[in-house]
């Protein structure tokens, strides 16, 4: 997974470079692979962050190929959504309940079961992307392209709740600044 620190570290300089040098966030993330002396900077981001997870790899990918969804451009539901699961998620994961969700995702029959809700909501209010992001996360994770086993590591990952937090964050205060 050592391409999807280079995805990340190309997206992240995309965002912040103006569109006429996003060229040089391609190269500099390409530079990335090469090995320093002890180590290649995007194996040291993987050391600093891990892998991604493969629903990242998508919106980073679909923002890369300027196809970045909407709701993620401009609304806030969406990446709240995301943020919200991982504010539930995470704190319960590391110990501070006596649930712990993540062991949820060795034995996933029950965590698909249950996303078969929320997928049926999307299709329901003609949503395609989030089908389209939870059918390729099961896919990968059916066909083992992770290192880790387990679901959540599939769908969910610390930056991608940060990145949605931040969204979130800032697509709700542009909301409610626009006059009306």
């Known amino acids: 997974m050592i391409l999807a620190q280079v995805l990340i570290v190309t997206a992240l300089l995309a965002w912040l470079l103006p569109r006429r040098w996003q060229f040089i966030a391609a190269v500099v993330g390409l530079l990335s692979l090469l090995p320093l002396p002890e180590v290649s900077p995007a194996m040291a981001l993987r050391g600093l962050w891990g ?3 493969v629903t990242a790899l998508q919106l ?3 923002c890369l190929t300027g196809h970045a969804p909407r709701t993620f451009l401009v609304g ?3 990446p709240a959504g995301i943020a919200l699961i991982a504010l539930l998620f995470y704190p319960l994961a590391l110990g501070s309940g006596s649930f712990d969700p993540y062991r949820l995702g060795y034995q996933p029959w029950l965590l698909v079961a249950a996303l078969a809700l929320p997928a049926l909501c999307a299709w329901w209010r003609g949503r395609p992307l989030w089908l389209w992001l939870l059918t390729i996360d099961l896919l990968a994770w059916a066909a083992g ?3 880790s086993p387990n679901l959540w590591d599939t769908l969910l990952d610390p930056l991608l709740a940060l990145a949605c937090l931040f969204l979130a964050v800032r697509n709700g205060w542009r909301t409610y600044k626009r006059p009306t």
């Open 145 to 147: 392209l992770l290192e």
């Open 60 to 62: 980073l990918a679909l």
């Open 51 to 53: 892998d991604p997870s």
């Open 76 to 78: 806030w539901k969406g």
